[in-house]
């Protein structure tokens, strides 16, 4: 059974820090793409950063200059660094994984049960 636990959300004021970290745990044998999604209750969750295992990264507009994703292979964790936070960051951030649970299963998709970031004054 493989887990993804985020944490670090919090209440932050415009212009604020945080940083988010996942970790995956149980039977994992390579994780390819790690990533952080967010979600406003009652629109469709959108990619905010992917981070690849070779350590290619991406970003949504939205947060490029802003956000850096970045992750530790032993560790199976996966970060992401938000700064200058803006209210309409706020949002129920989750965790990605695509993996592959022994050498011989295709990879599948994992996701954390999401942590709260909320911006503001």
């Known amino acids: 059974q493989v887990q993804l636990v985020e944490s670090g959300g919090d209440l932050v004021q415009p212009g604020g820090s945080l940083r988010l970290s996942c970790a995956a745990s149980?039977?994992?044998?390579?994780?390819?793409?790690m990533s952080w999604y967010r979600q406003i209750p009652g629109k469709q969750r959108e990619l905010v950063a992917t981070?690849?295992?070779?350590?290619?990264?991406n970003y949504d507009d939205s947060v490029k200059g802003r956000f850096a994703i970045s992750r530790d292979n032993s560790k199976n964790t996966v970060h992401l660094q938000m700064n200058q936070l803006k209210p309409e960051d706020t949002a129920v951030y989750y965790c990605?994984?695509?993996?592959?649970?022994?050498?011989?299963?295709?990879?599948?998709?994992?996701w954390g049960k999401g942590t709260l970031v909320t911006v503001s004054s």
């Open positions: 981070i690849t295992s070779r350590g290619d990264t």
């Open positions: 149980g039977r994992i044998f390579s994780i390819n793409v």
């Open positions: 990605y994984a695509n993996l592959r649970t022994i050498a011989t299963m295709p990879r599948m998709d994992y």
